[in-house]
C-alpha cells in the first residue's frame, strides 16, 4: 500500500510537472513538483523510503529530459535519504519547520546537480541564488501545502460526516 | 509446505535487514547511480534502453494528458468564452485588412530578394521543408531547458534536426526521438549553442544559452568587430543543424571584453514561454543518415528556399 501511494505521488508530480511546464516554459516554471513530492515521502516515511523514492523519481524524470540518466537521480537520491535521516532524528511536525526542510532540501538538490553536470561536462561550477531561492522557497510553500491537504484532508471528512449525522438525529 | 514458508521468512528477514541498514542501502543506490552515468560518459554510441522505453511509454500519457487539456480549453473556448466574440470578430477583421496589406509587401520583397539572388548567382534549386509540430509537455525538470513534441520516428524526425517557430530558431531535436514525440532542447538551454553571425556586419560567432537574462549570449565575436545593440543575430550555418539566415534574436548589450572577444547579451525573437506549435525542419543534419521516408508521413509545408 506505501508504495502504491508512494509511486502514484511521484507520477501525477511527474505528470503534473510536465504538463503544467508545456503551458509556462522558458524559466517562468520555478517549481519541481518531483522533488516535493520526494522530501514529502522522506518526511512522510523516512530514509529508505525517501531515498527509493528519490531514485525512481529522479530517473525517471533524467530519462524524460534526455540528458545523462543518473545527474537528477542521484541528486534526489542524496535529498530523499538526508531529508529521511533528519525528518528522523528531529522534529519536523510545524509548518516552519517543513518549510525550511523543503527549502534546504531544494537547495541541496541544486547543488548537487550542478555540481554532478559541471563535474561529467567538464566546467566551471556556477549556481545563480536568485533563481534557485525562488525555487526552494516555491517548493516549500508548494510542500506546506501539500502537508496540510493530506493531513487535514481526513479530519474534514470525519467532521463532515459527524455533521451528517448530527443533522439526521435531529430530523427523527 | 514447510520449503515455501522457509523460503519467505529468509526473504522477509533479508528484506528487513536491507531496510534496518540504511546506510548500506543509500551507498549501494549511490554506487548505482555512479555507474549508470560512467556508462554514459564513457560511451559514444546510441541512446540508453531506458531512456527510450522510459520516453517513449511516458510521451502517450504527456499525450494524452495535452490532448485533454487542449479539449478542455477549446470547449472553454466554443462555448463559454463567446461574449465579445463580435467586438474580436471586427478587431480581426481590421488585423486581416492590415495583414493584407502588409502580405503585399512582403510579396513585393521577397519578389526583389529573389531576383537579387538569381543575380548573385546564388544556389535556389533546393528548398527546405518543415513538419509542423504540437508541444505536448514542457520540460520536466527546472535545470534542463526542453520540451517535447508530438512527432518522432515514424514521421520522419532525426535527432539533431532543426526546430523552428515563425519568429525563429527554436532548438534541436535531442536524443533518439520516439516513435510519435521527439524531446527538443531549446537554445536558451545552458548547453545549446549554435552558429551565427551578425547580420547587418556578417560578424561570426557562437550563440550559446546562458541562466541569466538575456537568455542569450553571443561567444567569439572580436573586440574588433562592429556590433551594436539592436543587431539583428541570424544563424551561421556552420553548426550543420540550424538553417543558414535564420533569425535568432536581437543584440541587447555589447560591451568590449576583457579578452580578444566582446561580450554581447542576445535577446531571443522566439517567446519561449509560451511555444504550442512549432516546426521541424526535414533535413538531415551534416553528417547523420536520412531516414527511411515513413509510409504515411505527417503532411509537411514547404519552406522557403534555402
Not at chain 1, 114 to 124: K, P, Q, V
Not at chain 2, 33 to 54: D, E, R
Request: hydrophobic residues 50%; positive net charge; glycine residues 10%.
Amino acid at each position: 500500500m506505501k508504495a502504491a501511494t508512494v509511486l502514484a505521488a511521484l507520477a501525477v508530480a511527474l505528470v503534473l510537472q510536465t504538463t503544467l511546464a508545456g503551458y509556462t516554459l522558458a524559466g517562468a516554471t520555478r517549481v519541481s513538483l518531483v522533488l516535493v513530492a520526494v522530501v514529502y515521502v522522506a518526511l512522510a516515511y523516512g530514509a529508505v523510503t525517501g531515498l527509493l523514492a528519490g531514485t525512481a523519481g529522479g530517473l525517471v524524470q533524467d530519462a524524460l529530459a534526455g540528458g545523462i540518466i543518473g545527474i537528477g537521480g542521484l541528486s534526489k537520491t542524496i535529498v530523499g535519504f538526508l531529508v529521511g535521516v533528519l525528518g528522523a532524528q528531529f522534529i519536523v511536525s510545524q509548518p516552519l519547520a517543513r518549510f525550511l526542510m523543503f527549502v534546504g532540501a531544494t537547495l541541496l538538490h541544486d547543488v548537487c546537480y550542478r555540481a554532478l553536470s559541471a563535474l561529467i561536462e567538464a566546467r566551471g561550477f556556477a549556481m545563480p541564488l536568485s533563481p534557485a531561492l525562488t525555487q526552494a522557497v516555491v517548493n516549500g510553500a508548494i510542500g506546506i501545502l501539500a502537508f496540510q491537504i493530506i493531513e487535514g484532508a481526513p479530519g474534514l471528512m470525519q467532521r463532515r460526516q459527524s455533521r451528517r449525522a448530527s443533522y439526521g438525529r435531529r430530523r427523527y | 509446505m514447510p520449503g515455501l514458508e522457509t523460503g519467505n521468512w529468509e526473504l522477509e528477514t533479508l528484506l528487513l535487514d536491507i531496510r534496518r541498514r540504511t546506510g548500506l542501502l543509500f551507498f549501494a543506490v549511490t554506487m548505482g547511480h555512479v555507474v549508470l552515468i560512467s556508462a554514459q560518459v564513457q560511451s559514444k554510441s546510441g541512446v540508453p534502453v531506458l531512456q527510450t522505453f522510459v520516453f517513449d511509454a511516458f510521451s502517450r500519457v504527456q499525450g494524452a494528458f495535452a490532448s485533454m487539456l487542449h479539449g478542455t480549453r477549446n470547449v472553454w473556448g466554443n462555448y463559454v468564452a463567446l461574449r465579445g466574440v463580435r467586438a474580436e470578430n471586427e478587431w480581426l477583421r481590421s488585423q486581416v485588412s492590415d495583414l493584407e496589406v502588409r502580405l503585399q509587401q512582403e510579396r513585393a520583397q521577397a519578389a526583389r530578394a529573389a531576383k537579387l539572388q538569381e543575380l548573385l548567382d546564388l544556389r535556389s534549386g533546393s528548398s527546405l521543408s518543415f513538419l509542423a509540430a504540437e508541444v505536448i509537455a514542457g520540460h520536466p525538470s527546472p535545470g534542463m531547458q526542453t520540451l517535447t513534441i508530438n512527432r518522432g520516428r515514424a514521421d520522419g524526425v532525426l535527432a539533431d534536426m532543426a526546430v523552428v517557430a515563425p519568429k525563429g530558431i527554436v532548438g534541436r531535436v535531442i536524443g533518439e526521438p520516439a516513435s510519435h514525440a521527439a524531446i527538443v532542447q531549446l537554445l536558451i538551454d545552458r548547453s545549446a549553442a549554435a552558429g551565427a553571425l551578425i547580420e547587418r556586419t556578417r560578424a561570426g560567432g557562437m550563440v550559446v544559452g546562458t541562466e541569466r537574462d538575456p537568455p542569450l549570449a553571443m561567444d567569439l565575436v572580436s573586440n574588433l568587430a562592429d556590433v551594436k545593440p539592436g543587431d539583428v543575430v541570424v544563424a551561421s550555418g556552420v553548426d550543420g543543424i540550424y538553417p543558414k539566415g535564420f533569425a535568432i534574436g536581437r543584440v541587447q548589450t555589447a560591451e568590449r571584453g576583457p579578452n580578444l572577444y566582446q561580450k554581447i547579451g542576445v535577446r531571443p525573437l522566439v517567446d519561449f514561454s509560451s511555444i504550442e506549435e512549432v516546426l521541424v525542419v526535414l533535413e538531415a543534419p551534416h553528417g547523420a543518415v536520412p531516414a527511411e521516408p515513413p509510409a504515411e508521413r505527417a503532411p509537411s509545408v514547404a519552406g522557403p528556399p534555402k
